[in-house]
């Protein structure tokens, strides 16, 4: 997967990502605070996303490794942002405390049952596990999405995958 998101490029990557912004900011049209992945390499981007959520009012909080766990962090702009051990852009400042709406988090692949594939780390999983609440969305490319089976006992589910072609919905929740 992470092979052919590099070779993913040009007009139709740019489009693709306009479209998945699109579809993200019409989802979470009455979600308040919203955590977003900070996207980094070939992952779908998430700038426009954070811009739009910005735009509309709405309170953005990226993600931080904090050892083991990961916690969200009121973003204030770029600079405030410094290079993790992952060379991930994180936030610096003090964790937020508070009730997270929505979570806007990042996939290798994603299958029709709505479970993630992650990078390995767990710490998605954690941190939604901790925040049962939360409405979660991943963001990707059409062909991230397939049919094989995988999933682990402590793998938390998607509520929703949003790509160029749209929106696939799995638990019902919002």
């Not at 953005?60 to 050892?67: A, I, K, N």
């Not at 594939?117 to 397939?146: E, I, K």
Request: aromatic letters at 12%; charged letters at 25%.
């Amino acid at each position: 997967m992470k092979a052919a998101r590099r070779s993913f490029c040009g007009v139709d990557r740019a489009r693709a990502d306009k479209q998945i912004a699109d579809c993200v900011l019409s989802l979470l049209a009455d979600k308040s605070n919203v955590l977003v992945y900070n996207s980094f390499g070939s992952e779908a981007d998430t700038q426009e996303i954070i811009q739009g959520l910005i735009s509309h009012g709405k309170r953005v909080f990226l993600p931080r490794v904090e050892g083991d766990k990961m916690v969200a962090v009121g973003y204030t702009g770029k600079e405030q942002l410094i290079k993790s051990s992952f060379g991930i852009q994180e936030p610096t400042g003090k964790p937020f405390e508070g009730y997270i709406d929505a979570a806007v988090i990042p996939l290798l692949a994603v299958n029709r049952q709505g479970m993630r594939l992650g990078y390995g780390g767990g710490f998605y999983d954690r941190y939604l596990t901790a925040q049962p609440s939360v409405f979660r969305l991943g963001t990707g490319y059409s062909f991230q999405m397939t049919d094989e089976e995988f999933a682990d006992e402590w793998d938390v589910p998607l509520d929703a995958f949003v790509c160029e072609r749209g929106v696939f919905t799995f638990s019902g929740r919002r």
